[in-house]
Nanobody
Framework: QVQLVESGGGLVQAGESLRLSCAAS????????MGWHRQAPGKDREFVAS????????DYADSVKGRFTISTDNAKKTVYLQMNSLKHEDKAVYYC????????WGQGTQVTVSS
């Protein structure tokens, strides 16, 4: 079992930045990959970004490339999502995810971007 706890969501204006954090605990040594997904109202959950604990093999959704940066602190077992130049369409609940012999999800953190 792996437990994921997100933090850092909030309300910002378009063009501003936020940084999300996700602290992992439990059987983190089984984790193959970590990342972020998001779900906007009335839409399906979608992939945002993913990374390994080593900080390599990074992948981004096309909609966030060049604006969002995913990173890890292996010692703290924490993954971050730096979100710059936020747009109204980035408004969603952001979920931390990891694959560790199964998919695990955090409880989600709300990001709201006002126009």
């Amino acid at each position: 079992q792996v437990q994921l706890v997100e933090s850092g969501g909030g309300l910002v204006q378009a063009g501003e930045s936020l940084r999300l954090s996700c602290a992992a605990s439990g059987r983190t040594f089984t984790t193959v990959r970590m990342g972020w997904h998001r779900q906007a109202p009335g839409k399906d959950r979608e992939f945002v970004a993913s990374i390994t604990w080593a900080g390599d093999n990074i992948d981004y959704a096309d909609s966030v490339k060049g604006r969002f940066t995913i990173s890890t602190d292996n010692a703290k077992k924490t993954v971050y999502l730096q979100m710059n130049s936020l747009k109204h369409e980035d408004k969603a609940v952001y979920y931390c995810w990891c694959y560790a012999l199964g998919n695990y999800w955090g409880q989600g953190t709300q990001v709201t971007v006002s126009s």
